[in-house]
């Protein structure tokens, strides 16, 4: 059974149709990019698999459960990082982990693995609100990694991050999917990043998957030197 | 550069519409709205108190001058006198009580003293039924036409050589208060200052517990919105049902918070103002002394006004909980979310607790009635109104009702919850906005 399977979503804001029917499947222990432009309907796909949004038409399954019918059990396999998450600002980051953790019925330990996924040292015990824009990137990724759950949604995880948080946030990513198998979906404008943590992406624009396939594989398809170039030309092309 | 500055702060003002709604619109629509509703409110509450005062009198002199020459004087004047049949001032106590009007005891030896140029005295009992200025402003101006007929009275029987300070005060009144069985011997001018203080006060406290309630709610849901904590929120493993319990649970702890700390402060202000102050008014045309002292604890009514009062608070906290989730999701931030909830909230509540303090509910206009009827928080004031008169029954009544529109509103804010209108819901005014795909 694949962790993810995507069936013909289709979801409307009014007469704006975003999605326009959205197929994929992620295997398990699979990191899978989505990348395309602004608009494209790459937040809305991940907002549908995170129960967030109700599709229109088709459905998705998460760990065998359908985000339509049974969204309450599809959230026990996930967790979301949504784009640019905000904190509760009067929490610490200790308390924000073990809120995440008693949410999710995790023991202690899970916090220490928080604690160490995070890396902010004494910023733990400091109210969030403090914290600068890496740090609380960090903070968040750091409660939904120490979950350990078997799907991780990821949006735009460094966006808007300088080098060094950027950094710490792909190495946490990449050892947390080597260490737990678990099936990651992220999505990036970072073409880097994509290239650097992913084992297959898909290219959305304008509510449909355009195309889909391993890194090397759409850079021989597109005769392109990076996934930047491939980027390019599929814009061009959609 | 302070002209180009000063347009670019105006149009971005004017231009952010929770702006333009809450503090232009809404004032321009409500205000005129309460003034309407009031105006009505009062013009019923005045036309009844000069529509004509039916009065009973317990004549024990029977002489002509109490069964002719006064009751002419009292009719020219808009009062309507009907004979009650008791001669001990008990007696007369239980009839005002089992006819629930005024009246006025002529004792017997009255129009002796009153010919001879002596000051008489007269007992007046003033059932009060409810705590509307209506009411109160009618025995009010029933006290002041009595002294004016006795003048024109005085006037007449003692012609130009009358005593200038028997003139000034021809009778002296000693008047009762028969309110919720209790009978209090002080003038209807202390009661009403009392009653100001007490049944415009816990309304008050209502209108602030409840708004309260809104505010912090619709905060609540907005500050999760502004600082995007509400994805995460609405992905962990929790029906949204429980979610949806945790905020109302958390706004209701805020809100007990604010209402003890507001009755601890109301409260001093309402002993110190009612017990030192309003409440302790000369009153020399009285035979009871100088001053009169009243609390709001001597009006204090039944046990059963304080779980009306609690419950029928609860309710609206509840109520005022859900409305304030409901329009908190419309804010894009927790600015304009908290501008949407008061003007929102605004013309619910204040129409009713101006309009009740007036008048009861029972002397409006039909169509001000069932408009008043259809806003929920009418009946928060009606509870505590009829609770206060001790009239539990229709003060359970306007709890049930309460009830019906709390349900509603849960029922409206839970699926508010389960469905995504959580995340996608923002006021755009006939324009559909689309979210950032």
Known sequence: MNAVVACGLVKRFGSNEVLKGISFEVK???????????????????????????????????MGHSVKDEPDEVRKNIAYLPEDAGVYRHLTGLEFLSLMAGAYGKDRKCVEDGIGIAGLGDALRKPMGSYSKGMKRRIML???????????????????????????IRDRIRRFVRESGATVIVSSHNMLEIEYLCDRIAFISGGRIITDGRPEELKRKYQAENLEEVFERLVKVA | MLRILLRKEVKELLMERSILIGAIIIPL???????ALTGLGMSAAMEKAEAGIIIGLADLDKTRLTTAELPGLLKERGIQLIKVECSAEEECIEAAARQAINIMIIPNGFTRNFTSGIQSKIITIYSIRSAAISEISMSQRFSEILLDSFKSLAERVHGSGIDPKFFEKPVLESPLVLYLGKMLRAPVTAIAATFLTTLFGLPLVAVMVAS???????????????????????????RRIVILLSKLLGTFVMVLLSTISFLVGFGIYGLMIAGSMMARIPFEEVEIGPQVSLTFLDLWPS?????????????????????????GVLGSDVRSAQQLVGAVT????????FILVFTPVQGLPMDVKIALLLDP??????????????????????IMVMLGFASVLLLLSSRLFMGERLITTKVTFGRKRALEA
């Open chain 1, 28 to 62: 398990r222990s699979e990191v899978f990019g989505l990348i395309g432009p602004n608009g494209a309907g790459k937040t809305t796909t991940l907002r549908i698999l995170a129960t967030i949004l109700r599709p229109d038409a088709g459905d998705a399954l998460i």
């Open chain 1, 142 to 168: 750091a409660a939904i990694l120490m979950l350990r759950p078997r799907v991780v949604i990821l949006d735009e995880p460094t966006a808007g991050l300088d080098v060094l948080h950027a950094v710490h």
């Open chain 2, 29 to 35: 629509i409500v205000f005129p709205l309460m003034g």
């Open chain 2, 212 to 238: 309260y309630a809104s505010t912090v709610s619709a905060t609540s849901i907005a500050l999760e919105k502004e600082s995007k904590t509400l994805e995460l929120l609405l992905t962990i493993p929790a």
């Open chain 2, 303 to 327: 046990p059963a006004f304080l779980p009306i009062l609690v419950s029928s608070i609860i309710i609206a906290m509840v109520m005022m909980t859900c409305i304030g989730l409901l329009v």
């Open chain 2, 346 to 353: 605004f013309p619910l509540l204040m129409p009713p607790f």
């Open chain 2, 377 to 398: 928080f009418t009946h928060l004031f009606l509870a505590i109104h009829s609770g206060f008169a001790g009239d539990i029954n229709s003060a359970i009544i306007s």
